[in-house]
C-alpha cells in the first residue's frame, strides 16, 4: 500500500475487478471527458492482462472506503516505452484535494520504484478539473494533442502533460509503503 496524507493507494487484486467494471460501466464515475463504453467483468481482465502494463490502484480514504482509481500503463513510442497515468475518483469526492493527492503519491511511487525520465497524462481540454490535478502535482502541459480520442460521438483534442525527474527532485508525499500479506 502506498500511503499518503489523506488517501492511500492500493494495488487492485484480482477480487477487485467487479468494483472496478462497475466503475468504468457508470458514465457518472468514468467521467464525461472518458469514452462512453460498457464492459463486462472478462473485458476489465484482458485491459489489465494486456500488453501495456495497465497497474490500477484504488483510491482509498483513511477509512477504507474506495473513492476512485489511478493506473499507470506504458506507451509504445518509436523512442521507447513511455510511463503514462490516469484516474478518476466518484463525484461525490471530487473537488477535495484527494485526485491531486493521489496523482503526487503516484509520482512519487513511479520515480522512485522505475527507471523513467518523465510521467505523462493527458486529458481533454475541456477538463479544467484535471488539468488543475496535474498542476498541482508539477506537470506541465506541453501541447495539444489535436482529435485524439473519440467520445461521445465527436474528436476531441487533449493536452499533454508531463513531469520530468529533475522537475520531481524528491519525494513530496509518499512517507513510506507496506506490503500486504
Given at each position: 500500500?502506498?500511503?499518503?496524507?489523506?488517501?492511500?493507494?492500493?494495488?487492485?487484486?484480482?477480487?477487485?475487478?467487479?468494483?472496478?467494471?462497475?466503475?468504468?460501466?457508470?458514465?457518472?464515475?468514468?467521467?464525461?471527458?472518458?469514452?462512453?463504453?460498457?464492459?463486462?467483468?472478462?473485458?476489465?481482465?484482458?485491459?489489465?492482462?494486456?500488453?501495456?502494463?495497465?497497474?490500477?490502484?484504488?483510491?482509498?480514504?483513511?477509512?477504507?472506503?474506495?473513492?476512485?482509481?489511478?493506473?499507470?500503463?506504458?506507451?509504445?513510442?518509436?523512442?521507447?516505452?513511455?510511463?503514462?497515468?490516469g484516474?478518476?475518483?466518484?463525484?461525490?469526492?471530487?473537488?477535495?484535494?484527494?485526485?491531486?493527492?493521489?496523482?503526487?503519491?503516484?509520482?512519487?511511487?513511479?520515480?522512485?520504484?522505475?527507471?523513467?525520465?518523465?510521467?505523462?497524462?493527458?486529458?481533454?481540454?475541456?477538463n479544467?478539473?484535471?488539468?488543475?490535478?496535474?498542476?498541482?502535482?508539477?506537470?506541465?502541459?506541453?501541447?495539444?494533442?489535436?482529435?485524439?480520442?473519440?467520445?461521445?460521438?465527436?474528436?476531441r483534442?487533449?493536452?499533454?502533460?508531463?513531469?520530468?525527474?529533475?522537475?520531481?527532485?524528491?519525494?513530496?508525499?509518499?512517507?513510506?509503503?507496506?506490503?500486504?500479506?
Amino acid at each position: 500500500m502506498l500511503e499518503g496524507k489523506n488517501v492511500n493507494l492500493r494495488i487492485m487484486e484480482q477480487e477487485d475487478l467487479p468494483q472496478l467494471a462497475e466503475w468504468f460501466n457508470k458514465p457518472e464515475v468514468f467521467g464525461e471527458y472518458n469514452p462512453l463504453r460498457q464492459m463486462a467483468r472478462t473485458e476489465v481482465e484482458k485491459i489489465l492482462e494486456g500488453p501495456n502494463e495497465l497497474k490500477p490502484f484504488f483510491v482509498e480514504k483513511k477509512d477504507g472506503s474506495k473513492i476512485g482509481f489511478i493506473a499507470h500503463f506504458c506507451v509504445l513510442h518509436v523512442g521507447g516505452r513511455l510511463l503514462e497515468i490516469g484516474y478518476s475518483l466518484v463525484p461525490s469526492e471530487r473537488r477535495k484535494g484527494y485526485c491531486s493527492e493521489a496523482v503526487e503519491i503516484m509520482v512519487d511511487y513511479l520515480f522512485l520504484s522505475r527507471d523513467a525520465m518523465r510521467v505523462q497524462a493527458t486529458t481533454d481540454v475541456r477538463n479544467l478539473g484535471s488539468q488543475k490535478v496535474l498542476e498541482k502535482a508539477g506537470f506541465k502541459k506541453e501541447g495539444t494533442i489535436r482529435k485524439v480520442f473519440f467520445i461521445r460521438g465527436d474528436w476531441r483534442d487533449a493536452f499533454l502533460y508531463s513531469v520530468l525527474r529533475e522537475e520531481w527532485k524528491e519525494p513530496k508525499i509518499l512517507a513510506r509503503t507496506k506490503v500486504e500479506s
